[in-house]
């Protein structure tokens, strides 16, 4: 029996590219490939219960591989299928060793742009 594999996605992570002015902070964007990203369309009682707590549309669920180090934070942006999507909620994750196969963490996105 064959084992699951994901498809590589890129997370934007947020980087300091200098100040302002008023010497806060500006960000910039750049794309880094996560591997191993297993990618599932929502239920529709997934769908509906995250649009009653949140009144966003979740899309898709994405399962992150063990290991992981990139921070999932909600608002985030990631792009698979060719199109952006945005994270709209933290990250639930599992307890490594507990979890029998690659992935101990989940993240919804909806259509983004």
């Keep these: ?38 990618v599932a369309p929502v239920s529709s009682t997934e769908l509906l219960e995250t649009y009653n707590l949140t009144g966003r549309r979740a899309v898709y669920q994405l399962a992150i591989p063990k290991g992981d180090e990139h921070e999932w934070k909600e608002g985030g942006r990631v792009n698979f299928f060719g199109e952006d999507w945005r994270i709209i909620a933290i990250p639930t994750e599992g307890i490594e060793d507990l979890i029998p196969l690659s992935w101990n963490k989940k993240v919804q996105v909806e259509r983004y742009g």
């Design 1 to 38: 029996m064959a084992m699951p594999k994901g498809i590589t996605i890129f997370l934007f992570e947020e980087y300091e590219t200098g100040t302002d002015g008023f010497n806060h902070a500006i960000y910039g964007e750049r794309p880094v490939e996560v591997d191993n990203v297993l």
